[in-house]
């Protein structure tokens, strides 16, 4: 019911940035959280960044004060501003979408949608 794209991957040199770009359609309205995650070569995917329907951010302390989450509602679209890059970042980067419903103080998670990844490589 809900589709991502992911865009903007690339190469780039260390030190330098990029922005990525997650276009969602469908059935947006049921989405409250999105997120980028990225996974390296042999590694396990881990959360990169959050941003909340009501705008709040969060980010892995690996990447907080250089990369940015940020949200376009009007265009349906979510991004992530990477300033300062280093070979460790180097991953496929995904989109995530999510929905969170709490009753009865119990949280369900109803939405879980995926974009197939934007590869990032950042040279030394």
């Known amino acids: 019911q809900v589709q991502l794209v992911e865009s903007g991957g690339g190469l780039v040199q260390a030190g330098g940035s990029l922005r990525l770009s997650c276009a969602a359609s469908g059935r947006i309205f049921s989405i409250n959280v999105m997120g980028w995650y990225r996974q390296a070569p042999g590694k396990e995917r881990e959360l990169v960044a959050t941003?909340?329907?009501?705008?709040?951010?969060n980010y892995a302390d690996s990447v907080r004060g250089r990369f940015a989450i940020s949200r376009d509602n009007a265009k349906n679209t979510v991004y992530l501003q990477m300033n300062s890059l280093k070979p460790e970042d180097t991953a496929v980067y995904y989109c995530?979408?999510?929905?969170?419903?709490?009753?009865?103080?119990?949280?369900?998670?109803?939405?879980?949608?995926w974009g197939q990844g934007t590869p990032v490589t950042v040279s030394s």
């Open positions: 941003i909340s329907s009501s705008g709040t951010a």
């Open positions: 995530n979408a999510e929905r969170v419903t709490t009753t009865q103080g119990v949280a369900f998670k109803t939405l879980d949608a």
